[in-house]
């Protein structure tokens, strides 16, 4: 009986010590692409990538032209050249032919590459805000909006970031705002 009594107590106690530890945690969720897609710098990128998805296809059009200007010009002298030098000639053109064709594929390249060149500072800077504020409101876990389906009761720290950020929130979302803490309710934080 004695062992159960301990053993008991021990539970209880366990218990009572693991929800006083949950009870001090404080999550916050927020959507990073919502986040991102409100930052001036995104807009900045977007049109930066499309001025450098025009100039790639441009370039891809002047390198048609030039194939399509060749074959006619081979089309129009060919009764004149020589089969040997025919030979070569349409040895260039496929190579020219060859090398339009895997454009498209380098252009794709290139773009996911300018992409996240542009892309990576502005995730950092979001990143960056987003632990910031974590830090200062005291919330334990920051969980990504759109991954969760079913999660603890949590709060919106988009507002905060935004605020951080000096963003404005677009009408039309909810900008339900955090509960905001006044220092006597704020949890304990273990000293270090």
Known sequence: MKRFLTAAFITFIA???SSSVNAQNKIGYISTEELVSIMPETAKADSNLQQYRSALIQN???????????????????????????????GELQKMLNDLQAEDQRIQQQ????????????????????????????????????????APPGEDILPLVAKKLNLKIPAGRSQAAPAQQTPAAKPATPSK
Do not use: C, H, W
Not at 70 to 88: C, G, L, Q, R, W
Not at 137 to 149: F, W
């Open 15 to 17: 218990l009572v010590a």
């Open 111 to 150: 773009l996911q590459q300018r992409q996240q060149e542009l892309i990576t500072p502005i995730n950092r800077k979001a990143f960056d805000a987003i632990q910031s504020v974590a830090k200062e409101n005291g919330y334990s876990y920051v969980l990504e909006k759109g991954a969760l389906l079913v």
């Open 60 to 90: 891809a059009q002047e390198k048609q032209s030039s194939l399509e200007s060749a074959i006619e010009k081979f089309n129009k002298d060919s009764s004149s050249m020589s089969v040997s030098v025919k030979d070569v000639k349409r």
